[in-house]
């Protein structure tokens, strides 16, 4: 799966990213691939599951897609 993310530069020089598809997922860097990076990690923390959520029980099985 490949998301789109805008990267701008703000005027204090630090680069903020952020995905249009996950609201909520923004973040910020020094310098370009460091933005990249904390972005990179944001969408991976907003996309893990809460371990509650994955327990099976008789009426639920858990399946795993790809994107």
Same mark, same amino acid.
């Given at each position: 799966? =490949?998301?789109?993310?805008? /990267? ?5 020089? #630090? ?6 598809? *996950? %609201? ?9 691939? =460091?933005?990249?990076?904390? /972005? ?5 923390? #907003?996309?893990?599951p809460?371990?509650?959520? *994955? %327990?099976?029980?008789?009426?639920r ?7």
């Amino acid at each position: 799966m =490949e998301l789109k993310v805008l /990267l701008e530069q703000g005027e204090d020089g #630090y680069f903020v990213a952020h995905s249009p598809s *996950l %609201k909520s997922c923004w973040s910020q860097g020094r310098t370009r691939e =460091e933005a990249l990076q904390n /972005l990179r990690e944001a969408i991976e923390l #907003y996309l893990e599951p809460d371990p509650e959520d *994955l %327990k099976e029980h008789e009426h639920r099985e858990v399946v795993g897609i790809a994107l």
